[in-house]
């Protein structure tokens, strides 16, 4: 039973490129999660989203940011014109119904912006 | 603003000594609470949860307090090993029950 899967593990853009960050829950798993982590800070919510709608995206910056979860396929977590501030860590969670218990996390992708 | 915070950014220990890792919380609505450990490279990994209507839960070598009169909560490991060296977060919900609130981290260190 494979975990939450996320890749790329790494990824490095150019400033103004963009960058997609794939995540496939877990098995059962309808309600996906993203978080970023910069260095040595706890990690920080971004997006809620079930199959195919966005539930919370309180924590996401409004511009250049966008987050997707189709009915067919992993969610992707979109982000254009990348600026060195947006080199991070970020983690996707998913779990099988809504809360926070059972919560499941991936490995991360790691961006890093040159 | 509504945050969770972690008294000591690092605790040293010796491998079998009891380990104590602290948090403090902010917010009174919170009803649900979290551990997890992250190792280098890693997602977090879920240690032990405690709902608010509760002070005391035990897991397997570890033990999670919640004190709600000081907005207080700890994570105790007994007889510590070195695979037990990670970074430990404390998390909370906020009230919507979705989004997760983490402190900013205690990174423990087990020498032999």
């Known amino acids: 039973n494979a975990g939450v899967m996320q890749n790329p593990r790494h990824l490095v853009r150019r400033r103004g490129q963009e960058a997609r960050l794939r995540c496939s829950p877990m098995?059962?798993?309808?309600?996906v999660y993203w978080y970023r982590q910069l260095p040595e800070e706890g990690l920080k919510f971004m997006v809620y989203?079930?199959?195919?709608?966005?539930?919370?995206e309180s924590g996401m910056p409004k511009e250049r940011f966008s987050a997707e979860f189709p009915k067919e396929g992993p969610s992707i977590l979109r982000i254009q014109q990348v600026v060195r501030g947006d080199s991070a860590a970020y983690f996707c969670?998913?779990?099988?119904?809504?809360?926070?218990?059972?919560?499941?996390f991936g490995s991360g992708t790691r961006l890093t912006v040159v | 603003g509504e945050s969770v915070g972690l008294h000591l950014p690092t605790l040293s220990v010796q491998e079998g000594d009891n380990s104590i890792i602290n948090c403090a919380y902010s917010?009174?609505?919170?009803?649900?609470f979290i551990w997890y450990k992250q190792e280098s490279g890693k997602g977090p990994q879920f240690i032990i949860d405690?709902?608010?209507?509760?002070d005391k839960r035990q897991g397997q070598r570890v033990t999670v307090l919640l004190n709600k009169t000081v907005k207080h909560l700890s994570l105790q490991i007994a007889a510590t090993q070195p695979g037990d060296s990670a970074v430990y977060f404390c998390a909370e919900t906020g009230q919507a029950g979705t989004a997760l609130i983490f402190g900013k981290g205690t990174t423990l260190s087990v020498s032999s």
């Open positions: 989203l079930q199959k195919e709608n966005i539930i919370d």
């Open positions: 098995k059962g798993h309808s309600h």
């Open positions: 405690i709902r608010s209507n509760m």
């Open positions: 969670a998913s779990s099988p119904r809504q809360g926070a218990s059972g919560y499941t």
């Open positions: 917010n009174s609505a919170s009803d649900y």
